[in-house]
């Protein structure tokens, strides 16, 4: 059977009354007494209000929560940091944003990502780049200007229109073409080194050359042709009696 409230006895235990001692407090750990009035009264801190945790904390709030700062903001976390938002979130810079991370970098977007720049973008890769489109790509530009060292390009099917095509190359093009086929409405090309290596395009010009033989061969027969019946005309004119 517990013992009665009212037993007489102590339920906790007080400090013995001393009265020499009356008149210190007891330990204020890193809180020092003769620097109370000074805003580093409390050692490892510095303000008006300050707080000094040897421990965990945990803060729960069932409704909003606003805060005003009036002059800057700063936190540092010693060793990991978690934001859960399970709604919308929302942030706006007025002035400048500078982000510098120094591990690894892993974002990832379930949903569609849009971005609007209405001003420069400047990009400066010191490492290689590595892009992978597993669907479709479209980028519709108005003026696109390149500098490429080396360009090598691999594509299974290409088709491409254009209405001005102008192409320089300095100081050496080499192209290698299995089967090209290639429709320009304009185009002009200079090149100070050129080489070209096309199969098929080399066997047609051979054929081409005979072709352009029995042509020429054709026209002396029909120029013969013509011949003969321009004599036979006017022999027959001579032998007429409307003459």
Same mark, same amino acid.
């Given at each position: ?7 007489? &006895? ?12 009356? @008149? ?7 809180? @020092? ?7 580093? &009264? ?11 945790? !040897?421990?965990?904390? +945990? @803060?729960? /709030? ?9 002059? @800057? ?34 974002? %990832? ?6 971005? %609007? ?7 400066? !890769?010191?490492?290689?780049? !590595? ?22 390009? +691999? ?8 209405? /001005?095509?102008?192409?320089?190359? +300095? ?10 086929? %290639?429709? !320009? ?25 005979? /072709?352009? &033989? ?15 019946? /321009? ?6 004119? &001579? ?5």
């Amino acid at each position: 059977m517990p013992d009665p409230t009212f037993s007489g &006895a102590p339920k906790t235990s007080n400090q013995s009354f001393d009265p020499s001692t009356d @008149n210190k407090t007891p330990s204020l750990g890193s809180l @020092n007494m003769k620097s109370m009035p000074s805003p580093t &009264a409390l050692s490892g801190t510095t303000g008006i209000d300050c707080s000094l945790i !040897h421990g965990d904390e +945990w @803060n729960q /709030i069932e409704g909003n929560l606003t805060e005003n700062i009036l002059k @800057n903001h700063k936190a540092t976390v010693m060793i990991n940091e978690t934001h859960t938002v399970n709604n919308n979130l929302v942030h706006r810079v007025n002035g400048t944003t500078n982000d510098t991370r120094i591990g690894v970098h892993n974002q %990832t977007n379930i949903a569609p990502r849009n971005e %609007t720049y209405a001003h420069t973008l400047s990009e400066t !890769h010191h490492q290689p780049e !590595h892009r992978e489109q597993k669907t479709e790509d479209h980028n519709f530009v108005t003026s696109l200007l390149e500098f490429k060292e080396k360009h090598y390009e +691999w594509k299974t099917f290409f088709v491409e229109f254009k209405q /001005i095509s102008l192409g320089f190359c +300095w100081p050496l093009s080499f192209e290698k073409h299995l089967m090209d086929a %290639t429709g !320009h409405i304009f185009s002009m090309e200079g090149s100070a080194i050129e080489v070209e290596m096309k199969e098929i395009k080399s066997s047609l010009g051979a054929l081409g050359t005979e /072709i352009k &033989a029995g042509k020429l061969k054709a026209a002396a027969t029909h120029l013969k042709a013509i011949g003969g019946n /321009i004599n036979a005309g006017l022999a027959l004119n &001579a032998d007429s009696p409307f003459g």
